[in-house]
């Protein structure tokens, strides 16, 4: 919102001297945080001047100019910038003639761009300034021809400073304004927040316009919404008054296009103007009709399904039926709180105008403007509340003006539709804001704030009830009434202290564990990164299963890239991008991973399609419940991207480059990291290399993969032909370490090593062997390793040859040989029988 400070200043009193920069700071006490300060950018000497003569001289390059007489100072008199009292200037415009009074910068201006005025030889002469035209001051965009002040209803002696004769020397202070506090988008607002801040004395402009009482003669509404939506009435207050015979050809008061400006809101006419006008004063929007062009009264309704409508703006739009719409007797006239229709727009044909200020329901307003995509400044204040008490004073106030500057004559009565609902009171205990807040507030102090506020103050034996005023749609509830207590009384005095969390409070378990997995990856050498969670419906086919082909996914309805539409069901083809973003830019060496949560849902669920709830209300149990039915399987995910050198080439060093084994290093750390022990099993992935895929399991049950992406996958991305990945279901990890942990006793008994050989099958996985050999020789085995996999001479082609280091120990004396080697044959047997294994020669 922009406030240009002397329209702040009809309302209230600002302090002397008061700059842009400390209405800012007084504005931010009350917390309306600043943004920008606008102003003309012009300096002077810009002065009234009078066209003595001109003359006309055509130039070689078929363009006319004027060498013109210029008086800018009285007769005897030293002009502005300490010349002469007429000046020739050249100037290109053909639009004004002699004795018009225009506004001359003469040399030592600047104008905004900026542009310094400097006297300068062209088309042959000294031109000793510039007749300047509206956009050159920063009037307006018309640039046609040079500003007349006659256009403008202005008349001064010439040598008047023209820069306060336009309003061109105030300045606005920008603010932003939150979604709670609309009332704010109004120098009312506005005016009575610097109030607060620095205790001037507030003149509400609304007592300076008296609004006029329904009467039959009034113009006819009716307001029609038999369905309100959501259990809402879309329009609760529809104010209207007549203007008639106004002149719309009338020029717009300087003044008032000067704060127009500063307010960022360009002049459209004397009749759009004023309404303009009204709206940035009170907050109010406001309509006018063309009321020649009205057939019959006006009813409010919902649009039916399908009904077509023309906007201002020219563009036919198909309504939805939850738009509030303005109907005369041949259809809608105007989209309600939005934006009016072509038939009935106020033009330079104009006579008699039907004022309109209407309250209309925030939610409906604004899901209205978002569906036609019409961010007009009526709907901005609609959707975060409008003063529903001041509607018939705003139609007074836009009469009043039209009758002073637009020369219209204004009816007696005026019709009112309802009126401003009554607020219901809220009880605010004795006590609640000191503890809520912190500080030590008197009951003085809370009742002074509330009612300063324009709230209706009561006290009672519990506290106080107070009755909201009508601006305020935002004070719903004691904690809301508390805040401003806090606000008013001042920020400044809250206190910075660190509150002490209570005992038994912190990370959860899965939190605290899920830090411990980031934090040994990092210290791994690892580089977390985030990936946006949309894929391609490929991306999700291939990734998204063991076997690929079709898996259930989740499409999200308005995708920011329609060309990635899903949500992702697994974290890899997020980190294959990071990789080949990365290889594009140079980056060959990547260890990189992500922790974040994937969208698994059930073949057939019917996730996403529950109906959202009303926005204006909390929502029930039931809602609840069926918005939690509707989302999908969200399980955590942790994944790694391991390609080019994890160890670089150095000076006596080679490098080392990752693969496979690395992916299942990291993979193994993650499990260690959530306290339990993963076992790995050769398997098959769409995405990933046939011959170099493992599936990861935590006591039987598969939760995750690990392997070298497809040669395919990799070329089709970009990617080199090696490129190790791992992916564990995070949360199903940290679930299965739930458990206790048993602690084992040192032995204090030597230990005695053997090795065994033995021959299998090629396709017979070595974990499986190894897992035969653990059980068959029992207790007495206290570590084993795999420590060679010989494929070649000596052994079968259709064979291998695994060697495993075994470790043997008693817990209660020194194991003699046979004994370990009894415990070794006995794992050997049993691999034997379950795999066929055979003791290599």
């Not at 029609?224 to 009435?233: M, T």
């Amino acid at each position: 919102m922009r406030v240009p400070l002397s329209w702040l200043a009809e309302y209230v009193e600002l302090v002397p001297g008061s700059t842009p920069e400390s209405v800012h700071a007084a504005l931010v006490k009350v917390g309306l945080e600043e943004e920008d300060v606008h102003t003309f950018d012009l300096t002077g000497p810009i002065v009234v001047g009078e066209v003595l003569e001109f003359v006309e001289e055509p130039q070689s390059n078929g363009k006319t100019i004027r060498w013109c007489q210029v008086r800018v100072a009285p007769d005897g008199e030293q002009a502005a910038d300490g010349g002469d009292a007429v000046h020739g200037i050249v100037c290109g415009a053909r639009n004004f003639f002699v004795g018009d009074q225009v506004v001359v910068t003469l040399p030592g201006a600047v104008l905004p761009g900026p542009f310094p005025i400097a006297a300068r030889k062209t088309y042959g002469h000294v031109s000793d300034g510039m007749i300047a035209s509206a956009r050159e001051l920063g009037l307006g965009e018309d640039h046609d021809g040079i500003l007349r002040l006659s256009t403008l209803g202005v008349e001064a002696p010439v040598g008047t400073d023209a820069i306060a004769l336009l309003g061109l020397n105030d300045a606005a202070v920008e603010i932003n304004v939150t979604p709670d506090r609309g009332y704010a988008f109004s120098i009312r607002g506005v005016a009575r927040e610097y109030a607060h801040a620095t205790g001037a004395v507030f003149r509400d402009p609304v007592s300076q316009s008296e609004p006029v009482a329904h009467t039959d003669a009034g113009f006819p509404v009716v307001i029609d919404d038999r369905a309100p939506i959501r259990g809402r009435v879309g329009s609760a207050v529809f104010a209207t008054r007549i203007v008639r015979d106004v002149d719309p050809t009338r020029p717009t008061p300087p003044w008032m296009v000067a704060r127009l400006k500063l307010a960022g809101i360009r002049s459209l006419g004397i009749l759009v103007d004023i309404t303009n006008y009204v709206m940035l004063e009170l907050g109010q929007p406001i309509h006018g009709y063309d009321l020649d062009q009205l057939r019959g009264g006006i009813v409010v309704r919902r649009a039916a399904e399908g009904e077509r409508f023309t906007t201002l703006d020219g563009k036919e739009r198909t309504l939805h039926v939850e738009d509030l719409v303005v109907t005369d007797d041949r259809g809608p006239i105007g989209l309600g709180g939005v934006m009016g229709g072509a038939d009935t727009e106020m033009g330079d044909a104009t006579r008699n105008v039907l004022v309109e200020a209407a309250n209309w329901d925030p939610v409906s307003i604004a899901r209205t403007a978002r569906r036609h995509k019409l961010p007009s400044e009526a709907a901005k204040r609609y959707e975060r509340g409008v003063d529903p008490a001041i509607a018939p004073a705003a139609v007074s106030r836009v009469a009043q003006l039209m009758v002073d500057l637009a020369g219209g004559t204004a009816d007696d009565g005026g019709s009112l539709i309802a009126e401003a609902p009554a607020r219901e009171a809220i009880l605010l205990p004795h006590g609640y804001a000191t503890r809520l807040i912190g500080v030590e507030y008197t009951d003085e102090q809370v009742h002074d704030a509330l009612a300063e506020i324009g709230g209706t103050v009561t006290r009672t034996e519990d506290g106080f009830e107070v009755v909201p005023p009508s601006w305020r749609p935002d004070l719903t509830g004691k904690a809301e009434l508390v805040e401003e207590v806090a606000r008013l009384v001042g920020y400044d005095l809250i206190p910075s202290v660190l509150p002490v969390a209570p005992p038994g409070r912190g990370l959860t378990r899965s939190q605290r564990l899920r830090r411990q997995v980031a934090d040994v990856l990092a210290g791994a050498g690892a580089t977390e990164v985030l990936a946006f969670p949309f894929v391609t419906d490929d991306e999700n086919r291939l990734f998204g299963s063991a076997a690929g082909g079709d898996v259930a996914q989740v499409k999200v309805a308005n995708a920011l890239d329609a060309s990635r539409p899903y949500l992702r069901r697994s974290l890899l083809p997020g980190l294959v991008e990071v990789a080949r973003r990365n290889l594009s830019r140079g980056l060959t060496d990547l260890d990189v991973f992500e922790l974040g949560l994937v969208f698994t849902p059930e073949p057939g669920a019917a996730n996403g399609s529950a109906v959202l709830p009303d926005g204006g209300a909390l929502p029930s149990d039931d809602e609840l419940a069926g918005l939690q039915a509707g989302i999908p399987p969200q399980p955590r995910h942790v994944a790694v991207l391991l390609t080019g050198n994890l160890v670089r080439k150095a000076p006596g060093q080679a490098p080392t480059v990752a693969g496979l084994a690395d992916a299942l290093d990291r993979a193994r750390e993650i499990a260690r990291a959530a306290g339990v022990e993963l076992q790995v099993a050769q398997s098959r992935r769409a995405a990933l290399h046939p011959g170099r895929t493992a599936e990861l399991l935590v006591d039987g049950t598969v939760v995750g993969c690990a392997g070298e992406l497809h040669p395919d996958v990799a070329e089709a991305n970009d990617l080199p032909r090696v490129v190790a990945v791992a992916e564990l279901d995070l949360d199903a990890v940290i679930a299965a370490g739930d458990r206790p942990v048993e602690a084992h006793g040192l032995s204090s008994y030597p230990a005695a090593t053997q090795d065994l050989s033995l021959v299998v099958s090629r396709d017979i996985p070595a974990a499986d062997v190894a897992a035969a050999v653990r059980e068959g020789a029992g207790d007495l085995l206290e570590h084993l390793e795999l420590v060679d996999d010989y494929r070649g001479q000596g052994v079968a082609d259709d064979a291998k040859s695994l060697t495993f280091a075994l470790r043997f120990r008693a817990p209660d004396r020194t194991l003699t040989a046979a004994e370990a080697s009894e415990a070794k044959l006995a794992g050997s047997a049993l691999a034997h029988e379950r795999a066929g294994a055979v003791i290599r020669d």
